[in-house]
C-alpha cells in the first residue's frame, strides 16, 4: 500500500469553472476526511465520510462544494464556480474506524490557484 | 469548541542544538489526545509524535519529546540534537471523539547548517 494519493497535485483554473479532485485512501481505511489548509494557516476540516456515508460537513463547505465517496472505496470533492478564495491545498486522509487518532494518515495534497 | 493555539510563527536552531515549540489549547473535554505533525516542503502531514491525554507520562519518540501540561492545557514538542532534514513547518494538533482533528497555525522550524 502507498498510502494516501491525491490527483492532480496543483491545478490552476479560472474563476467560475468547476474543478474536481480525488482521493484515493488506504484501501483497508473506511473512513475518509478532507481538509482545506490556506497560506500561512493549518488545515481546517471539511467533511468525512466513513464507508460511502458522508457523517459531517464543516459550515466551511458552501454549496458550492460536493463531495462523494461512491463504493466507500475513492473519494471526489467537486467546486463548482470557483472563486478566487477557494485558492488553497486541499488534503485528504485517512483513519480505520478509531477515535485516538491511530493511523491516520495524510495525502499530499491538491494545490489550487484560482485565477 | 476547541481551540489549539501556537504563538511562534517562525523559529531557527542550530544544527546539534535543542528547540522547544510551544502549543496551548482550550477544551472542556476531559479524553482527548494531542499531536505534533511536521510538513515538509513535500506537502504530506507526517506524524511526530502523540500523546493521550490521560496520560501522565511525557511521549518521546527517538530525539522528539513533549511537555504536557494538562491543568495549564500546554504541549510543547522538544527535538534535541536538530538535523537539518527537521525543518519544516510543525502543527500542534487535537483530537477528540469527533474523529477531526483541530490544528494550530503552525510554527516554521528553520535548522541552520
Known amino acids: 500500500d502507498t498510502g494516501v494519493s491525491q490527483d492532480p497535485r496543483h491545478k490552476i483554473t479560472k474563476r467560475g469553472q468547476n474543478v474536481t479532485f480525488r482521493c484515493d485512501p488506504i484501501s483497508e481505511h473506511n473512513r475518509l476526511y478532507w481538509y482545506r489548509q490556506t497560506l500561512g494557516q493549518g488545515p481546517e476540516f471539511l467533511t468525512y465520510?466513513?464507508?460511502?456515508?458522508?457523517?459531517?460537513k464543516s459550515r466551511l463547505l458552501s454549496d458550492r462544494f460536493s463531495a462523494e465517496r461512491p463504493k466507500g472505496s475513492f473519494s471526489t470533492l467537486e467546486i463548482q464556480r470557483t472563486e478566487q478564495g477557494d485558492s488553497a491545498m486541499y488534503l485528504c486522509?485517512?483513519?480505520?474506524?478509531?477515535?485516538?487518532?491511530?493511523?491516520?494518515?495524510f495525502g499530499s495534497g491538491t494545490r489550487l490557484t484560482v485565477v | 469548541a476547541q481551540t489549539v493555539t501556537q504563538s511562534q510563527p517562525e523559529m531557527s536552531v542550530q544544527e546539534a542544538e535543542t528547540v522547544t515549540l510551544s502549543c496551548t489549547y482550550d477544551t472542556s473535554e476531559n479524553n482527548y489526545y494531542l499531536f505534533w505533525y511536521k510538513q515538509p516542503p513535500s506537502r504530506q502531514m507526517i506524524l511526530v509524535i502523540r500523546q493521550e491525554a490521560y496520560k501522565q507520562q511525557n511521549a518521546t519518540e527517538n530525539r522528539f519529546s513533549v511537555n504536557f501540561q494538562k491543568a495549564a492545557k500546554s504541549f510543547s514538542l522538544k527535538i534535541s540534537d536538530s538535523q537539518l532534514g527537521d525543518t519544516a513547518m510543525y502543527f500542534c494538533a487535537y483530537l477528540s471523539g469527533t474523529y477531526k482533528y483541530i490544528f494550530g497555525t503552525g510554527t516554521r522550524l528553520k535548522v541552520l547548517a
Open positions: 465520510f466513513q464507508n460511502e456515508a458522508q457523517l459531517e
Open positions: 486522509a485517512s483513519s480505520p474506524r478509531s477515535r485516538d487518532g491511530y493511523g491516520y494518515t
